[in-house]
């Protein structure tokens, strides 16, 4: 039986486009996400970025679970140094009261951004042990009682929402970090294939169900994978250009919106392609498919996140379509 598939959306702004119209965009594939049989749809959280328009994860979330009925939705994640963690539980917790239990919430300790924004942002700690601990006061503040565990504070609208958290992270100290805490695990292997192998394998041999903040029995794993999926391969390859181009720009520090297309050859003149794109699914269907399948099989995943970037905001829904047709 296929692993479940989920979307992380990072709401890209096409050039001449606005963040207005990517917001909408992306609600309305939302919808179909949720029409689909998607099971989740996360948020991503970035600043200083003028191609994306994922900042207030928290809203958008918001506004997608508004125009959905059966999908969860949640961040993917919520960068926690930015954010007053009790801030996040009284955020968090809204949201499963207006919601209901559709809500997810990823934590990571990255700052999604550069350094001067992230200082700009700054309002808790990145160091283990301090993301552990405000994971550990999160959880609190969901329980029954609203109550941080470090602290009296408490949180009348967060409690007894108790919103699954999950630990994102991109290296082997991030899966440690999950498996010490008895967390699910996200690992951001769409741009940082380097380590997959071995931080899932430190995720599942660091996992400890006796941790005071642990929440599942067994260690759990959703891994990223770029995709692309179009009616034959070579017009999959072309659409894939988008992104390719997206990497280039982030490699040469130039900011701007997603580009338009272009022939692949073209990716190959200009330097061949980036390895941080290297965990691709990019084909018709079947081809598609097969190279998820074989990414489930290495990485033993129980379930997959799919990142979808496109110039046109009908691709992105045929992509999603012809690929759910695939895969479920």
């Known amino acids: 039986m296929s692993v479940p598939l989920n979307i992380l959306d990072l709401v890209s702004i096409r050039e001449g486009a606005t963040a207005r119209s990517a917001i909408a965009e992306s609600l309305s594939s939302a919808t179909l996400a949720d029409e689909l049989g998607y099971k989740r749809l996360w948020f991503a959280e970035h600043h200083n970025t003028m191609g994306l328009a994922a900042s207030a994860t928290a809203l958008l979330i918001s506004q997608a679970a508004s125009v959905t009925e059966r999908i969860r939705v949640g961040s993917g994640g919520v960068m926690l140094p930015n954010h007053a963690p009790l801030m996040v539980a009284e955020?968090?917790?809204?949201?499963a009261n207006i919601h209901g239990d559709r809500i997810d919430l990823g934590l990571g300790r990255a700052p999604g951004t550069d350094g001067m924004t992230a200082e700009a942002l700054a309002r808790s700690s990145a160091e283990p042990q301090n993301f552990a601990q405000n994971i550990y006061d999160l959880q609190g503040w969901f329980g029954e009682r609203g109550q941080a565990h470090s602290t009296p504070i408490k949180s009348a609208v967060s409690a007894g929402t108790d919103v699954p958290i999950w630990v994102l992270g991109s290296t082997m100290n991030g899966a440690s970090i999950a498996g010490q805490l008895g967390l699910p695990f996200s690992l951001a292997s769409h741009f940082a294939p380097s380590q997959i192998d071995a931080a899932?394998?430190?995720?599942?041999?660091?996992?400890?169900?006796?941790?005071p903040t642990a929440q599942i029995d067994e260690p759990y794993v959703m891994a990223g994978i770029n995709v692309m999926v179009a009616d034959t391969d070579a017009e999959a390859d072309r659409?894939?250009?988008?992104?390719?181009?997206?990497?280039?720009?982030?490699?040469?520090?130039?900011?701007?919106?997603?580009?338009?297309p272009i022939d692949p050859a073209d990716i190959a003149a200009q330097g061949g392609a980036n390895p941080m794109l290297e965990i691709s699914a990019v084909g018709s269907p079947d081809r598609a498919t097969a190279q998820m399948a074989e990414f489930v099989e290495r990485t033993g995943a129980d379930e997959l996140i799919t990142i979808t970037y496109a110039f046109d905001p009908e691709v992105t829904r045929q992509s999603m379509t012809l690929l759910a047709d695939a895969w479920f």
Request: net charge positive; proline share 0%; no cysteine.
């Open 91 to 95: 955020q968090y917790g809204t949201l």
């Open 239 to 260: 659409q894939f250009t988008s992104v390719q181009q997206m990497f280039a720009d982030i490699g040469r520090g130039r900011s701007r919106g997603l580009q338009s």
């Open 200 to 211: 899932i394998k430190v995720y599942r041999d660091s996992f400890t169900a006796e941790a």
